[in-house]
Nanobody, 115 residues
Framework: QVPLVESGGGLVQAGGSLTLSCVAS????????MAWYRQAPGRQRGLVAV???????TYTDSVEGRFTISRDNAKNTVYLQMNSLKPEDTAVYYC?????????WGQGTQVTVSS
């Protein structure tokens, strides 16, 4: 059983929007600090957004004001709403815990933003 399954990526024009979903199994998302990460070609995976157990959120500077992380406890799912997308947001997006020990990394979901 894959602990984290991401979906919702796709090809979108600059300025568009996408909503990513991360369904968790084997862990309770609301019991953990969860995060979205992304990895662009040739670059290391980096942190995008975090949601703490109480619902507080934080974002990397480059997405602040454009992305929103949220959580549906009943569905054990974490979301990333992405607005005003830019070509530099192109990457594979992953969700996982914010800190070690991490769950097994999923396949991620590809987001491609065309200019």
């Amino acid at each position: 059983q894959v602990p984290l399954v991401e979906s919702g990526g796709g090809l979108v024009q600059a300025g568009g929007s996408l909503t990513l979903s991360c369904v968790a199994s084997g862990i309770i998302a609301s019991d953990n600090v969860m995060a979205w990460y992304r990895q662009a070609p040739g670059r290391q995976r980096g942190l995008v957004a975090v949601i703490f157990r109480g619902g507080t959120t934080t974002y990397t500077d480059s997405v602040e004001g454009r992305f929103t992380i949220s959580r549906d406890n009943a569905k054990n799912t974490v979301y990333l709403q992405m607005n005003s997308l830019k070509p530099e947001d192109t990457a594979v997006y992953y969700c996982n815990k914010y800190s070690p020990p991490y769950e097994h990394w999923g396949q991620g979901t590809q987001v491609t933003v065309s200019s």
